[in-house]
Every structure is written in C-alpha cells, then in structure tokens.
C-alpha cells in the first residue's frame, strides 16, 4: 500500500484514465493521497502564429475541469497540471512531493521503444519511486 500516488492522466487517442485510477484506488494504504497529473507539451514555434488568443489557457481550464470529474469520489485528491516535457515534469513532481508509486499507462509502441512507451520508458527508468505500468489493450 502507498501513502501518496502519482497518476498520469494523457489525453491522446483512446486513452482512459479509468484503468489507472482503478489501481490507484487499490494500491492506496488507508489515508493516503491520489494526485491527478497532466502535462501539457509546448506547442511547436511554427503553429503558435496560427492557435487563437488565449488558447493555452483555455486548454488548461478544460484539462482542470476534465480532471476535476476524474476525482470526484475520490479522498484527499489533488490535480496537477504543468507544461513541458512529460517524463521530465513527472519525475520531478514525483521527486519534490515525495511520491510513493508512479502510474503510468503505455500504448503500444513502435519500434523506436519495444517494451514501452517513450514517456512511460523514461519514467520507469528514471524514477525514485514505485512505478506501475498499465498496459493500454489493443484496439479491437
């Protein structure tokens, strides 16, 4: 059982949160604490003079509400939401809160990571802590 756990939230293609916070909730020791995290990458130079006003901080508050319903229901839970490279962010959040257990899910990926995802890869071999993967199923 961990007393504080780290959950990745991505929002990409066919990615649910569910799964990882089905673990969370059963890795949890009793009083612990479930934080929510999403990174938002930086836009590329090239698009920024195309994206509307305000964009950004549009998509941070949809993130934050989005994430806000992933919590509901959930004791003691906070949300996180920076901007920057995914493992980097990750890690060093997990290192500065002093996080227990790392949950991270992965894709299937190609062959540039043949075990993992490149952000999940990064993270499992970097991390201070506990990491659990959660494997996303392949699409049917």
């Keep these: 059982m961990y007393s504080h756990i780290l959950v990745t939230v991505a929002y990409e293609a066919a990615q649910d949160a569910a799964p990882s916070l089905d673990i969370a909730k059963a890795l949890l020791a009793p009083g612990g604490q479930i934080t ?14 195309y994206l509307p006003e305000g964009w950004r ?3 941070r508050s949809a993130i934050e509400a989005d ?3 992933l919590a509901e229901g959930l004791d003691n839970a906070a949300i996180v939401v920076v901007e920057g490279d995914a493992a980097h962010e990750v890690l060093e959040h997990a290192r500065a809160q002093r996080v227990a257990c790392i949950i991270i899910a992965s894709h299937r990926p190609g062959t540039q990571s043949l075990l993992l995802g490149s952000t999940a890869s990064k993270v499992v071999a970097r991390a201070q ?11 049917a």
């Design 67 to 69: 994430m806000a319903k």
């Design 36 to 49: 929510l995290m999403h990174v938002m990458e930086p836009a590329p130079v090239f698009a920024l003079s």
């Design 57 to 59: 901080e549009d998509m």
């Design 129 to 139: 802590c506990a990491v659990h993967v959660a494997r996303r199923p392949p699409a």
